[in-house]
């Protein structure tokens, strides 16, 4: 099992976690981004930079994620393909996208999208916040301690 993280928009906050985790447990954490990252110095934490452009990153994530592996992600779609292809989907709120809802949520996205798209201003997520910084790393521990080696 392994960690990755669609990380072109993942809060520094919560890579932070994920970095002192993944050393904690000795996990291999890899990072997935269109631009050059921030790694710590490691032999567990590593970075991929795949090209600029729609969707690059995730679709380098749905292409070498295996069963069992944990994605970090606040992208529905890729969610969706990681739990296609049996694996975890962990947003950087602390939820977790499962099989009975992620349907729900892609449904729900492309409504917001098709809002967006007529010129209704629907705003964005709130900020990220102690309290969902706290869910994730309480989510996070729940799963290694479940699932990780």
């Not at 729900?108 to 209704?120: D, I, Y």
Request: net charge neutral; aromatic share 6%; proline share 6%.
């Amino acid at each position: 099992m392994q960690i990755w993280v669609d990380a072109d928009a993942c809060p520094k906050v919560i890579k932070e976690i994920l970095f002192r985790a993944a050393e904690r447990r000795q996990i291999q954490l890899t990072l997935v981004a269109n631009k050059l990252l921030y790694c710590p110095p490691s032999r567990v934490i590593r970075a991929i930079q795949v090209p600029v452009g729609f969707d690059v990153a995730d679709n380098k994530i749905a292409q070498l994620v295996e069963p069992g592996d944990l994605v970090i992600t606040a992208d529905i779609p890729l969610a969706a393909d990681v739990i296609a292809r049996d694996g975890h989907a962990l947003n950087p709120r602390g939820e977790f996208y499962t099989k009975d809802t992620i349907q729900e949520r892609l449904t729900m996205r492309n409504f917001m999208n098709g809002l967006r798209g007529s010129g209704v201003e629907t705003g964005g997520p709130p900020t990220l916040n102690q309290s969902d910084r706290q869910a994730f790393a309480n989510q996070l521990d729940k799963f290694l301690a479940k699932y990780g080696s």
